[in-house]
């Protein structure tokens, strides 16, 4: 069993990329995975200073920014989970402001505990109404993720493929 976690950076609650996290994670539990999801456009992430305060926390703290919002509550799943999915719309070319937010304060784990210590397995949920060749701005972020060690699981790319993605969830033991 594998903890995954869910970043859903979509503005509508119920709209494309809502089908597809559904659909991952009812594959991903069929299968006994454990899966949290946050939809991050109801939570107050700010975004990140670049204070370098995370780097003065005492190693391993459990909240490493400064910032007092809730973050909080993703670094506590972050610090428990083997998969971290990404799941967002593409808006203007890339992921949405709400999910680079709450990635960008990620860094203040790896500042506190180092980068070795943050891999993770990784996924990717992007939804778009034109085909993903014609938007590799927001695959090239998430290829990003493979050259610092994470290791990509797999991506669904396009609107409507929620049998893509519920085998996705079901291929992660």
């Known amino acids: 069993m594998k903890k995954i976690l869910i970043l859903n950076g979509a503005g509508k609650k119920n709209g494309n990329t809502a089908a597809l996290v559904k659909a991952?994670?009812?594959?991903?539990?069929?299968?006994?995975?454990?899966?949290?999801?946050?939809?991050?456009?109801?939570?107050?992430?700010?975004?990140?200073?670049?204070?370098?305060g995370c780097g003065r926390k005492p190693k391993g703290y459990p909240h490493p920014c400064v910032q007092k919002d809730d973050m909080n509550e993703i670094y506590e799943a972050f610090a428990d989970c083997d998969v971290l999915v990404f799941a967002s719309p593409v808006y203007w070319f890339t992921i949405t402001g709400t999910l680079k937010t709450a990635v960008d304060r990620l860094y203040a784990v790896q500042r506190n505990l180092g980068l070795e210590a943050c891999k993770k397995e990784t996924v990717l949920l992007l939804t778009s109404g034109a085909p993903a060749e014609l938007n590799p701005q927001p695959i090239e972020w998430y290829n990003l993720f493979a050259q610092i060690g994470w290791k990509s699981l797999g991506t669904v790319l396009g609107t409507g493929k929620t049998d893509e993605a519920r085998k996705l969830g079901e291929s992660i033991k």
């Not at 949290?36 to 200073?49: A, K, P, R, S, V």
């Open 24 to 52: 991952f994670a009812e594959g991903a539990v069929s299968v006994g995975n454990k899966v949290t999801e946050f939809y991050l456009q109801t939570m107050t992430i700010h975004g990140c200073l670049d204070c370098q």
